[in-house]
C-alpha cells in the first residue's frame, strides 16, 4: 500500500473530483454548441418579406410559405 498523508489524500481527491467536473463540463458544451448549430441551420429568414421560418430538409434552396419566394439556407439562419 502506498503511504499518504491526509493533506495529500485531500488534494488528491479534489484533483480527481475538479478533474471529473471539467470534463462533464466540457463533455456538455461540446453536445449544446452541436444541438444549436442544427437549430440556427433549420432556422431560415426570407429576405422578401422578412418572416422567419424553420425547414427540416437538407435543400440549400427553401420556398417561403408567406410569399413564395426561394431563400439560400445561411449557416447563421438569418
Ligand atoms: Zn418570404
Redesign the pocket.
Known amino acids: 500500500m502506498i503511504p499518504i498523508t491526509l493533506s495529500w489524500f485531500v488534494c488528491v481527491y479534489l484533483a480527481l473530483f475538479l478533474a471529473g467536473v471539467l470534463i462533464l463540463w466540457i463533455g456538455y458544451e461540446i453536445i449544446r454548441k452541436r444541438h444549436a448549430n442544427i437549430i440556427s441551420r433549420n432556422r431560415v429568414f426570407?429576405r422578401?418579406?422578412s418572416?422567419r421560418y424553420t425547414d427540416g430538409s437538407t435543400a440549400d434552396l427553401l420556398r417561403?410559405p408567406?410569399?413564395d419566394?426561394l431563400n439560400e439556407r445561411s449557416a447563421s439562419g438569418r
Do not use: D, R, Y
Open positions: 426570407c422578401i418579406c418572416s417561403c408567406v410569399c419566394s
